[in-house]
């Protein structure tokens, strides 16, 4: 497995929005944050409240003058963009591009470019790759933190260790239990005289095992439902008689 | 190819956080946006600035009083959260959800909390599962349009590939009719005096929500699940009385 890309924010205006990429990356597991030539300098006191308590992402994010500066330690620099360039290089979308990361030998870099106009020409052609987010066409506004989490994100989903704490759901309760509850119902309606014409009776009765094997109920949500059924059935002593 | 889901949320607070979810959406062809009870009213002026262009998303928000007036004509609920919880439903993650989401007969909403505290239990009730972010477990820290881009972000990756559903099982019933299935067992058994103590009243309702969310019963099938629960009742006057 390979480490982590390295985010560099490239030009990066408002330390608002760098202190929200700093948060973008930490929620996905990305702690290494690059900036180049920031144009309100750093560090940015507008940068610390907007991260969130991603604070750690600040206080170690390294300060360059210039992108092959910030990149001379990778193998690899790929470059977000959403506009298609004259530029002659791979594209990768965020997921081809965080599996190729992953396959690399070496350091890997993305670049981001400035909040109003990304990256510039010279920029790019520092790059390998391109990766683009496919978006509406008809409405591309992707803001800095939003294209840093979107990249973040899809490099999680490799790593082990952020698989969600899956819920052990109980398996569905054994056969003869569901049984129990079917028998149950079915003389709860036969007492009710629901099973009406005679020649019906099979067609429906099979029709009611149907509906209570769909739900695949664990053997506590049977026993539930069976309580359920006896309450409100005619025999509970407690029902309403009117 | 089903419809793309349907993005609620419920009980937003501030008109950005509106605005900036609309902004999140569009940019992945998403357009459908309902607001459960929105803290300061709609339409709401810090709105439009969030939205960066996306007016249409706001201009076309639906609002509603209630989870289940919002999602009534929707067959499948998913409510995101990141905390764990009791609830025992189904866990996804995002690109598993939206897989579903796409095979699935009927609509899907997908239900994102107020800022601050995220869906209540309640709420998650209503829902047949639970769509969770993987996230840094030492930093979760996602904000309400940073969840609601990275779910139409994943909804969007396989629009263009989207192929048909396999199965032409009948969707679940819309949540407006397991409402009414629902409610007309709790009434049963209220008549029943089978809630008791009062304390423990609404977890015993949840679990009985939860039993009946989970089948995914069709309009059909709730029908006939209600015809069985009136034909074995005290009322029914066809029922043994002994």
Same mark, same amino acid.
């Given at each position: ?18 202190? %929200? ?30 991260? *969130? ?30 506009? %298609? ?14 599996? *190729? ?112 094997? %769909? ?23 407690? *029902?309403?008689?009117?």
């Amino acid at each position: 497995v390979n480490a982590p890309p390295v985010i560099v924010l490239v030009r990066p205006q408002l330390g608002e929005n760098i202190g %929200k990429a700093a948060r973008a990356m930490l929620n996905f597991g990305l702690v290494e944050m690059r900036l180049v030539a920031p144009r309100d300098g750093w560090p940015n006191p507008s940068a610390g409240p907007a991260a *969130a308590g991603a604070d750690i992402v600040l206080a170690d994010a390294q300060v360059f003058e210039t992108v092959a500066e910030a990149t001379a330690d990778c193998a690899h620099v790929y470059a977000t963009t959403v506009r %298609k360039r004259g530029v002659m290089k791979p594209v990768f979308a965020p997921e081809a591009a965080v599996a *190729a990361i992953r396959e690399a030998q070496g350091r890997s870099a993305i670049l981001f470019g400035p909040e109003r106009a990304g990256l510039e020409t010279d920029d790019v052609a520092l790059a390998r790759a391109i990766i683009t987010v496919p978006i509406n066409p008809a409405f591309g506004s992707l803001n800095l933190a939003q294209a840093v989490i979107l990249l973040a994100y899809e490099w999680s989903k490799g790593e082990a260790l952020a698989s969600p704490p899956l819920t052990t759901l109980e398996p569905p309760a054994a056969q003869d239990e569901l049984e129990g509850l079917i028998v149950q119902l079915e003389t709860q309606l036969e007492e009710a005289h629901y099973f009406w014409p005679p020649d019906r009776t099979q067609v429906t009765k099979r029709m009611i095992r149907g509906l209570l094997t %769909k739900p695949g109920w664990n053997a506590g949500e049977v026993r539930t439902m069976r309580g359920v059924l006896r309450a409100i059935s005619p025999d509970n002593p407690h *029902a309403k008689r009117d």
